[in-house]
T-cell receptor, first 115, second 115 residues
């Protein structure tokens, strides 16, 4: 069975600092994709970044980067130069080839950026 | 940029009533999904839909739930007889393919409150 674990329920970070959100996963499927989504207080789910299991390099997307350690089965999200607008819930999710494209989500990490 | 649209944004219904949540997926997408997020909890998969039939469903998706694509654009989730525990945010998502590297685009959600 696949599983996604986010162990940090909440984090405070100061504006302009970097923050790392942890995500570990468990799957026996050698081919999978890892996604991070942001959910602000308004409720919508915003796609941030994607990492494929066969990707050789860590994904980056603007201020978001993914620290992908395949052997450890971790895919931590790094947000650099935090902004007040980054305050939100962040979800790690996984998609494998043995299902019809469904995403399995972690419990999420609430990030609060302080001035 | 194309987006997934959900209506209504908020629905309040009495216990035992039927509700229909509506979604317009992105037009060239083939795979459609419903997810649910009970307040403060993680996002849970309900059902995936492809080629006019359910391709996978979770154990949450019991006989009270049904999905339909009544025309070429809408994708609906019906709850036949709502219970208090159905109160949640319901997200529709769509994707071009079901491969692990394909992003799923989410709608802004419908907040369902059962009273």
């Amino acid at each position: 069975a696949q599983k996604i674990t986010q162990t940090q329920p909440g984090m405070f970070v100061q504006e302009k600092e970097a923050v790392t959100l942890d995500c570990t996963y468990d799957t026996s499927d050698p081919s999978y994709g890892l996604f991070w989504y942001k959910q602000p207080s308004s409720g919508e789910m915003i796609f941030l970044i994607y990492q494929g299991s066969y990707d050789q390099q860590n994904a980056t997307e603007g201020r978001y980067s993914l620290n992908f350690q395949k052997a450890r089965k971790s895919a931590n999200l790094v947000i650099s130069a935090s902004q007040l607008g980054d305050s939100a819930m962040y979800f790690c999710a996984m998609r494998t080839t043995d299902s019809w494209g469904k995403l399995q989500f972690g419990a999420g990490t609430q990030v609060v950026v302080t001035p | 940029e194309p987006e997934v649209t959900q209506t209504p944004s908020h629905q309040v219904t009495q216990m035992g009533q039927e509700v229909i949540l509506r979604c317009v997926p992105i037009s060239n997408h083939l795979y459609f999904y419903w997810y649910r997020q009970i307040l403060g909890q993680k996002v849970e998969f309900l059902v995936s839909f492809y080629n006019n039939e359910i391709s996978e469903k979770s154990e949450i998706f019991d006989d009270q739930f049904s999905v339909e694509r009544p025309d070429g654009s809408n994708f609906t989730l019906k709850i036949r007889s709502t219970k208090l525990e159905d109160s949640a945010m319901y997200f529709c998502a769509s994707s071009e393919a079901r491969t692990q590297n394909t992003e799923a685009f989410f709608g802004q959600g419908t907040r369902l409150t059962v009273v």
